[in-house]
């Protein structure tokens, strides 16, 4: 079980725009830690896609986007295309116990 | 550009030690970041094991803190993973990853090594 959930998988046509939900509590999200983005495309190593919630490093297109409010944080990605298929994990920070860096369980995006 | 690179046996048996080396070109690791290890099951998502800190500081999963330790190695510019007393939940894809600077809880993951898949069977 991981301490930040996000749904198990997502799918969209192309072109069109899909989200990607990350939720947590106020031990990680909710008391301001940032959160972070990665795309894993199939047997490869997952990669940074956005950081601090929502900026992008260098290449990443503009289609994809991020947020957070509250407890919780989103990815977004506009004009879906069959190359963004692949599974989107969420990361933040979590203070309980003795603090610990913590990954979402993942989402699977299917591009119809 | 800095890259990342793992090494290690590919099988260990139950019981014995996980021991697993990441070469890193393009960057000197004593010079800055955090520099961490991430595994991720078979089929399954991503766990976070540890970070160590150009420093030397370290900084364990809780879960995991009892079997693990990383260390660095500045001369031949690679850091080091060991996880004592492995069982088949062990098994998995280990990733080592560059982190950032400041503190731990503001760090994310990147560059990534390509990974290496360690299986815990006898």
């Known amino acids: 079980q991981s301490v930040l959930t996000q749904p198990p998988s997502v799918s969209g046509a192309p072109g069109q725009r899909v989200t990607v939900s990350c939720t947590g509590s106020?031990?990680?999200?909710?008391?301001?830690?940032?959160v972070q983005w990665y795309q894993q495309l199939p047997g490869t190593a997952p990669k940074l896609l956005i950081y601090r919630n929502s900026n992008r490093p260098s290449g990443v297109p503009d289609r994809f986007s991020g947020s957070r409010s509250g407890t919780s944080a989103s990815l977004a990605i506009t004009g879906l295309q069959a190359e963004d298929e692949a599974d989107y994990y969420c990361?933040?920070?979590?203070?309980?116990?003795?603090?610990?860096?913590?990954f979402g369980g993942g989402t699977k995006l299917t591009v119809l | 550009q800095v890259q990342l690179q793992e090494s290690g046996p590919g099988q260990v048996k139950p019981s014995e030690t996980l021991s697993l080396t990441c070469a890193v070109s393009g960057y000197s690791i004593a010079s800055a970041y955090y520099w961490g290890w991430v595994r991720q099951p078979p089929g399954k998502g991503l766990e976070w094991i540890g970070s160590i800190y150009h420093t030397g500081s370290t900084y364990y999963n809780p879960s995991l803190k009892s079997r693990v330790t990383i260390s660095l190695e500045t001369s031949k510019n690679q850091f080091s993973l060991q996880l004592t007393s492995v069982t088949a939940a062990d098994t998995a894809v280990y990733y080592c990853?560059?982190?950032?600077?400041?503190?731990?809880?503001?760090?994310?993951?990147?560059?990534w090594g390509q990974g290496t898949l360690v299986t815990v069977s006898s």
């Open positions: 990853a560059r982190g950032t600077t400041g503190a731990l809880a503001q760090n994310w993951f990147g560059p």
């Open positions: 106020s031990s990680n999200i909710g008391a301001g830690f940032d």
């Open positions: 990361q933040s920070f979590d203070s309980s116990l003795s603090g610990s860096v913590v």
